[in-house]
């Protein structure tokens, strides 16, 4: 996989210019509108292609966090072989009124499957709430990871962040 050719296709497919509100309330200049490279089947594989090495030797299920996470975690399923959870932000509150969809979560070891972190507040939200449930969660993977502290961003909830590209990767070849 040519990494550097792979962030400029990212890049130019979902970076955005201008005035943002972040879902961490903070205001950002750029946005990685993510749905434009999710919406792409060539990119979102080449995408997913990239996350596969990344995904731990231990995971039982992959999470793919609402709404982002999701197309990503499931060409990531076909890749891998690895069953697919779908995690809400919420548990709905019908029908089976479950936080995530798919297999029995209880012993199961999850690796969450997310689009962009900035601060992880999605992907700390669901750790916490698969945990509750008696899932192991160690480790996220990302197509993008644009924290101003990627390495400690999500350190105090005990999770392993793993990019397929850095912020740093796309101002690269911006």
Known sequence: MDRELLASDVNRACRLQGQFQLRSGQISHEYFDKYLFESDPQLLR????????????DTDLLGGLELGGVPLATVLSQLTGIPTLF???AAKTYGTCRLAEGADIAGKTITLVEDVITTGGAVRDAAGALRSEH?????VICAINRSTDPVNVLRDVALTVRAVLMKADLDHVS
């Open 46 to 57: 080449r995408v997913c292609e990239a996350m596969v090495p990344l995904v731990p030797a």
């Open 135 to 139: 899932a192991t969660v160690s480790t």
């Open 87 to 89: 995690v809400r932000k």
